[in-house]
């Protein structure tokens, strides 16, 4: 036998073990790696909220009590010299000069005061009067037509 033949199954046998035992992998053993993981529930909640608001307009006397001028006599002192206030409730004012007959009915417009204008006079003494449907017309307040001349017909 040659050297050659006498060395080629030195060389298989080796390998062959080598292929057989990578070929045959029966290992039970293997691990196996088992992960539980709880995540937070979050929720995302989106509402959406439309309201409707009906606006009555603001009728002209709840005006002039958000923006009432000043009822004190200094109020009035363009016309009087010595004011006195008979009535007053922030629409509507009444008020003289002290010790005289000289009375003015004011309104409310736009936070300051206007003269209310009479509607006549008395035709016995000539001194002002008003109209009593005007009055209750224009919005003056029970309390003060219950102080001012009525116009007789």
Do not use: K
């Amino acid at each position: 036998m040659n050297a050659r033949a006498r060395v080629t199954p030195l060389l298989f046998v080796p390998l062959l073990l080598t292929v057989s035992a990578c070929g045959a992998d029966d290992d039970p053993a293997t691990p196996t790696a088992t992960v539980s993981v709880t995540a937070p529930v979050t929720e995302s909640v989106t509402v959406e909220v439309t309201t409707t608001t009906n606006v009555a307009p603001v009728p002209a006397s709840t005006t002039a009590l958000a923006t009432a001028p000043d009822c004190g006599a200094d109020a009035f002192r363009g016309d009087f010299s010595e004011p006195v206030v008979m009535y007053c409730d922030g629409e509507w004012a009444r008020a003289g000069q002290a010790f005289t007959d000289h009375l003015i009915v004011y309104h409310a417009v736009e936070g300051r005061w206007e003269h209310y204008e009479p509607h006549g006079r008395s035709p016995v003494t000539e001194y002002p009067c008003f109209d009593e449907s005007t009055l209750i017309a224009d919005g003056v307040p029970a309390e003060l037509r219950g102080t001012m001349s009525v116009c007789q017909d």
